[in-house]
């Protein structure tokens, strides 16, 4: 899967799970906001790629996690998203939020209020994680 595919999806996934939230299916709204965060990080790795080079095993085998925490430090892009954090007070109470998610969660009962938080938390429009993660994808 390339970068653009990538950044696809995780745009669709935010947008699938606006329309779960409408539909009062918390659950899938939950997993789906998350996992648009995972796709826009995984967009930010394959920017770090280059199309002739072949790819470091060790660091390609790190890549398949669904750990947000993980992911971002592999995206090369941790320490700038701390310093966002210490300056962003909305941004860090969103990251406080997202880092929750888990790929487990596909598999668990979620409250309205949890994956309203999360869909909030994900797509804010000016302190939201994927509001600071696409201008790095």
């Not at 390339?2 to 899938?28: F, I, M």
């Not at 430090?73 to 997202?98: P, S, Y």
Request: hydrophobic share 40%; proline share 1%; glycine share 2%.
């Amino acid at each position: 899967m390339d970068r653009v595919e990538l950044q696809r999806l995780a745009t669709e996934r935010s947008s699938d799970a606006k329309v779960l939230l409408a539909a009062r299916h918390w659950s899938a709204a939950y997993y789906l906001s998350g996992y648009a965060v995972e796709c826009a990080l995984k967009a930010c790795i394959a920017k770090l790629m280059k199309s002739e080079q072949f790819p470091d095993r060790k660091f390609a085998e790190k890549c398949w996690t669904h750990n947000l925490t993980q992911l971002l430090d592999l995206a090369g892009l941790k320490a700038g998203f701390e310093a966002a954090l210490r300056i962003d007070a909305d941004l860090r109470d969103n990251w406080d939020t997202v880092r929750e998610w888990n790929e487990e969660s596909r598999y668990a009962r979620t409250a309205k209020a949890d994956a309203e938080d999360l869909y909030e938390a994900v797509t804010e429009k000016k302190h939201g994680v994927l509001a600071w993660l696409k201008p790095h994808w």
